[in-house]
C-alpha cells in the first residue's frame, strides 16, 4: 500500500513565530523552510509512501521542496490550515482516488523514514487514524482510507478534536521523531537531540553564528 502525504506549509515570512527566542526575525524563514525541507525528503524517502504533495502559497518553499520531489499544489483557498489540507486532499484524491491519505505536519525535522511507515502502517488499520505530538495536545500526522475524507481539525488542542471527530488515536510508542514537531526552542532541542537532518543542521548552525 502507497500513501499520499499532504504537508501543510504557510508563508515562511509568517512561520514559526514562537521561535523568536531562538532565531531573529531574519533567520525563521530560512528555518522554516528547513525543517521542511528535511520533513519532505525524509517522507519521500518512505517505503510506503508513493507521493508527497505540499500546499504552500510561498514561492520560494514551491521551489525548493518541488527540487526535492514534492508534488506543489497551491493554497488557492487562503483560510488556514484546515481549508488548505482539505483543499489538498480533494487535488490529490482526484488522481489519485484509491491511494490512501495522510495530512503530514511540515515542522518534524528529525523525522525517520522508518518510524512514519511504522505510523502509516498502523493508521491502514482504521478508516481514520491521527498521531499526537510530543506534547500530547496537537496531532502530527491524521490519516484516512481511500473511501473516507480527511477531515482535518488541526490547531489548538486539535488531538482532543480528532478523537472527538472519530478518528482513531495511533499509540505507538516507538516513533519520536513522528511525533516532535517544531513551534518553540525548546521543541527543536528536542528534535534536535533526537538527530535533525542536515539542511535543519545547517540552519541551526548558521543561528549560532549570527
Do not use: Y
Request: proline share 7%; hydrophobic share 50%; glycine share 8%.
Amino acid at each position: 500500500m502507497q500513501w499520499t502525504l499532504v504537508v501543510p506549509l504557510k508563508a515562511l515570512s509568517r512561520a514559526k513565530s514562537r521561535l523568536s527566542d531562538t532565531a531573529a526575525d531574519g533567520l525563521r524563514p530560512g528555518l522554516a523552510l528547513a525543517f521542511a525541507q528535511d520533513t519532505v525528503a525524509a517522507a519521500l524517502a518512505c517505503p510506503v509512501v508513493g507521493d508527497v504533495a505540499v500546499v504552500t502559497g510561498d514561492v520560494r518553499a514551491g521551489r525548493e521542496l518541488a527540487a526535492l520531489g514534492a508534488r506543489i499544489v497551491p493554497d488557492e483557498p487562503g483560510g488556514g490550515l484546515n481549508a488548505a489540507l482539505a483543499h489538498a486532499a480533494s487535488a490529490v484524491r482526484t488522481g489519485s482516488p484509491r491511494s490512501p491519505l495522510a495530512a503530514l505536519n511540515a515542522d518534524l525535522p528529525a523525522l525517520r523514514p522508518l518510524e512514519l511507515a511504522r505510523v502509516l502502517i498502523a493508521a491502514a488499520e482504521f478508516p481514520r487514524a491521527f498521531l499526537a505530538d510530543a506534547a500530547a495536545f496537537g496531532t502530527t500526522l491524521l490519516a484516512a482510507s481511500p473511501d473516507r475524507e480527511l477531515l482535518p481539525a488541526f490547531g489548538t488542542d486539535s488531538r482532543r478534536r480528532h478523537r472527538a471527530s472519530g478518528a482513531a488515536e495511533l499509540l505507538l510508542s516507538d516513533v519520536p521523531s513522528v511525533r516532535q514537531d517544531v513551534d518553540t526552542g525548546e521543541d527543536l532541542r528536542a528534535a534536535l537531540a533526537l538527530g535533525v537532518g542536515p539542511r535543519t543542521a545547517a540552519a541551526v548552525e548558521r543561528i549560532k553564528a549570527a
